[in-house]
């Protein structure tokens, strides 16, 4: 078990440029996250995704913004036109739902810090 | 609206002294509840969770959770300068997977 992992870690890019980021969760894990942090605030949920469906999208992320999980393995995450506003740090989590009806931990990887000039 | 708050701090406690760390929350169905730690430009790592009303002790640290005031506690014995973070409270229902996650607070252990 290597933990979630992501990539890249650091990113800069100009204002209107698109970026994308990878996800790669535990192993055994059917559940993944997508979350974007500013300073001073907790994780702000951006879309999850149980195996390969995309089951929520929150109301507030731009149509800008898209997730993919093709095979239910690895995530990527692309934002399209990128803003001064999108800088923050994004955030992964998986966990899994197989033992048990509760809530499930989530585990968190390293996160990448987008920077938009 | 669900919402969970933290006070944002800092609180700064002495090295080796008891740091309370306090969480509430607004909705009464809430049923799982969680503390991470996230040091500085990193992200957040699992303290420990808690389900049912009371204590549960992990090492230093101490949830306690009282659902009837809508209240979780993170208490941490001996506290060292490593112990210096922002830990973030979370919660959600079982049957929701999403975690409503409340600001932080800042906790500065000094030597």
């Known amino acids: 078990d290597t933990g979630v992992s992501q990539n890249p870690r650091h990113k800069i890019t100009k204002r209107g440029q698109n970026v994308t980021f990878r996800c790669d969760p535990i192993?055994?894990?059917?559940?993944l996250y997508w979350y974007r942090q500013t300073l001073g605030q907790g994780p702000e949920f951006l879309t999850y995704f149980q195996n390969e469906a995309q089951l929520e999208k929150s109301r507030l992320l731009s149509d800008r913004f898209s997730a993919e999980r093709p095979k239910g393995s690895f995530s990527t995450l692309e934002i399209q036109r990128t803003e001064q506003g999108d800088s923050a740090m994004y955030l992964c989590?998986?966990?899994?739902?197989?033992?048990?009806?509760?809530?499930?931990?989530?585990?968190f990887g390293p996160g990448t810090r987008l920077t938009v000039l | 609206q669900k919402e969970v708050e933290q006070n944002s701090g800092p609180l700064s406690v002495p090295e080796g002294a008891i740091a309370s760390l306090n969480c509430t929350y607004s909705?009464?169905?809430?049923?799982?509840f969680f503390w991470y730690r996230q040091y500085s430009g990193k992200s957040p790592e699992l303290i420990m969770f808690i389900y049912s009303n009371g204590d549960k002790e992990d090492g230093r640290f101490t949830a306690q959770l009282n659902k009837a005031s809508q209240y979780v506690s993170l208490l941490i014995r001996d506290s060292q300068p490593s112990d210096s973070a922002t830990y973030l409270c979370?919660?959600?229902?079982?049957?929701?997977?999403?975690?409503?996650w409340g600001a932080g607070t800042k906790l500065i252990i000094k030597p």
């Open positions: 989590a998986s966990s899994s739902n197989y033992r048990t009806s509760r809530a499930d931990t989530q585990y």
């Open positions: 909705d009464r169905g809430s049923q799982s």
């Open positions: 979370a919660v959600n229902e079982d049957s929701n997977y999403q975690l409503i």
């Open positions: 192993s055994e894990h059917n559940r």
